[in-house]
């Protein structure tokens, strides 16, 4: 199976640990992952803040750099959502790209098979669901049997984890009040679960929650799934 890594705007740009993460517990797995140079941005922004047009050409642009592959796995639920449930809107030639677009978690249950990837993580941790993978991707509990199997972890129930954390992409900007209301109402929760770590699998919204924790000096650091799973007791976090 040929498989591709697409890293997303984000991640590329803030977070390149979560893609180094996802390609060590990859090969792991016995699975090589090939980074195409090529790639871009999967145009979420643009679509939601009115760009059709601009969003069109990254569309295309996707589905020419990921034909090749026979499964493109991204360490984002939300960008993975776009591709999935927009791109074949917008361009319809593109679905069958799009149909071979997983979010990490689900490549590991659904294509893999496993949820037992290897992983050490001795820290006390609660997992944010976020929106777009649970209402776009739904990916249901696959995050959270995946964390189950981690070794040493201490796994913790968020309370009204279902709700959003305020983020959404431009809306933080265009409702900041909102937003950061809504914020914190999620950071309240994260406190009460008495946890070293908030777990999700998109890195744009621990970014919102994990600049609220900081400021408000909760002690609490944000960590992508993908590094939960890739770590190890040679490599502990």
């Known amino acids: 199976m040929k498989v591709a890594l697409f890293l997303t705007c984000v991640n590329d740009t803030m977070?390149?640990?979560?893609?180094r993460a996802?390609?060590?517990?990859l090969r792991r797995l016995g699975h090589e992952v090939e980074f195409p140079e090529s790639q871009t941005c999967c145009g979420?922004?643009?679509l939601n803040t009115g760009y059709r047009t601009q969003a069109l050409h990254m569309v295309k642009g996707f589905a020419e750099t990921f034909d090749p592959y026979d499964a493109i796995v991204t360490p984002s639920a939300s960008?993975?959502?776009?591709?999935?449930?927009?791109?074949?809107?917008?361009?319809?030639?593109?679905?069958?790209?799009?149909?071979?677009?997983?979010e990490l978690?689900?490549?590991?249950?659904?294509?893999?098979?496993?949820?037992?990837?290897?992983?050490?993580?001795?820290?006390?941790?609660?997992?944010?669901?976020?929106?777009?993978?649970l209402r776009m991707l739904h990916v249901g509990d696959r995050p959270l049997r995946l964390l189950r199997?981690?070794?040493?972890?201490?796994?913790?129930?968020?309370?009204?984890?279902?709700?959003?954390?305020?983020?959404?992409?431009?809306?933080?900007?265009?409702?900041?009040?909102?937003?950061?209301?809504?914020?914190?109402?999620?950071?309240?929760?994260?406190?009460?679960?008495?946890?070293?770590a908030l777990c999700a699998a998109d890195n744009s919204c621990?970014?919102?929650?994990?600049?609220?924790?900081?400021?408000?000096?909760?002690?609490?650091?944000?960590?992508?799934?993908?590094?939960?799973?890739a770590s190890t007791e040679e490599d502990p976090s």
């Open 149 to 196: 199997e981690v070794r040493g972890i201490d796994l913790v129930d968020l309370p009204d984890a279902r709700e959003c954390c305020g983020f959404g992409g431009t809306f933080a900007l265009k409702n900041s009040e909102v937003s950061a209301a809504m914020c914190a109402d999620k950071v309240t929760a994260v406190r009460e679960t008495k946890a070293e």
């Open 15 to 19: 977070y390149p640990g979560t893609g």
């Open 105 to 133: 978690s689900e490549f590991l249950v659904d294509v893999l098979g496993v949820t037992d990837v290897g992983a050490y993580f001795p820290h006390r941790v609660t997992y944010h669901p976020t929106c777009h993978s």
């Open 79 to 102: 960008c993975g959502a776009m591709i999935r449930d927009w791109h074949p809107k917008l361009a319809p030639r593109t679905a069958g790209v799009a149909s071979r677009v997983y």
């Open 22 to 25: 996802m390609v060590r517990l």
């Open 44 to 46: 979420q922004m643009h």
């Open 206 to 229: 621990l970014m919102h929650i994990g600049g609220a924790l900081t400021r408000t000096r909760a002690g609490v650091r944000t960590v992508h799934l993908a590094e939960i799973l």
